[in-house]
């Protein structure tokens, strides 16, 4: 099994801007992504606090440019903390004191808790000796105080998933952790991020819910399968999609063929594309068809489908109860 903090780091670095957008949704606005952004891990490394703790965490440096013509960039420290450290709010302290007098930039901490403690969320360090206070706070985020709800409420982020992702591993005595890891596939293959975007999820979500039994493990592996490669090795049920998809193709190009030659003219044509776009999203509907293949199917992007069922609508081929599904 691939070790935890491996896919922590490897996730953040993937889906970088939306881990920004999930854990900083307001200050993510002053970010200038165009200029892209830096990892600075190996200057993490130069200035690592040394815990008595053996065990492994993840932590990240990356430098962010903002848009703000004062202050040209800022470095934003992260820590993926999955046990309790009694020294962890010092970690924390140290860090932001050593980058701050080597970058001399502001600087911004955040500490993700994964932990299964109920009792244990630090949120700042202290220190009082002979009149002399420092007082550090930094942001955090205890994954164990969260509800679904919480992960539900961005579905346009790809790293709501990762995190939804996380929250049902720590969970995992709690219901039937199978099928809530493929209902967590399937909502990630649903949301139609990019290519890369799933990929690495995806990639995450595998390894990182940890299922005990062999069996278990052989019916994911079976159903990502699927997911990820339709044409290849289907079953029947799957065989049968595939072939009516194409008849419905088939019969609505056959359809504004014929009409077109009877007719002879462009209106006669539109008239059979019209035909050709109805039937295959009747069709879709009845096989209950992901709206990404629907889109790929009638080949629109998936944001104009819903003007390209408006017209139809209005042209008379269909009618919004039988599509009242795929409009927003």
């Known amino acids: 099994m691939i070790a935890k903090d491996v896919l922590w780091k490897g996730v953040i670095e993937d889906l970088f801007e939306d881990f920004m957008w999930f854990f900083f949704p307001m200050k993510s606005k002053e970010i ?13 490394e130069k200035i690592q606090f040394g815990s008595k703790s053996k065990r492994r965490r993840i932590d990240k440096l990356v430098k962010v440019y903002l848009k703000n013509g004062d202050i040209e960039w800022i470095l934003v420290h992260i820590e993926v903390q999955g046990y309790h450290d009694s020294e962890f709010p010092l970690r924390m302290f140290v860090y932001y004191y050593r980058l701050f007098d080597k970058f001399d930039q502001p600087i911004t901490s955040l500490a993700i808790f994964t932990d299964d403690s109920p009792g244990y969320h630090p949120k700042e360090y202290k220190s009082i000796h002979w009149g002399t206070k420092v ?8 994954l164990l ?3 679904e709800a919480e992960f539900n409420r961005l579905p346009e982020n790809p790293f709501s998933i990762v995190m939804k992702a996380a929250w049902i591993a720590l969970k995992k005595n709690k219901g039937d952790l199978l099928n809530k890891k493929l209902n967590l596939a399937r909502e990630l293959m649903r949301n139609g991020y990019p290519k890369n975007k799933t990929k690495s999820v995806l990639n995450f979500i595998g390894h990182y819910i940890d299922l005990k039994k ?90 104009d489908l819903p003007n390209l069922i408006e017209k139809l609508i209005t042209r008379g081929y269909l009618t919004r109860t039988q599509v009242q599904q795929l409009l927003p």
């Not at 002879?264 to 059979?272: F, I, P, V």
């Not at 879709?284 to 068809?289: Q, R, T």
């Open 145 to 147: 105080e969260k509800s």
């Open 32 to 44: 200038d992504f165009s200029k892209g952004f830096e990892f600075l891990d190996k200057e993490l």
């Open 135 to 142: 007082s550090f706070t930094f942001n955090t985020y205890k």
């Open 214 to 303: 062999r069996k278990e493990r052989r019916i994911f592996d079976d159903e990502i399968e699927v997911l990820t490669k339709p044409r290849k090795n289907m079953g029947i049920i799957e065989g049968i999609k595939e072939e009516l998809k194409r008849q419905a193709i088939e019969e609505g190009k056959a359809k504004g063929i014929a009409q077109g030659r009877a007719e002879g003219r462009a209106e006669g044509r539109a008239e059979g594309v019209y035909e050709n776009q109805t039937n295959v999203i009747l069709r879709a509907l009845d096989l209950d068809l992901d709206i990404s293949i629907l889109a790929s199917l009638l080949g629109v992007e998936e944001s």
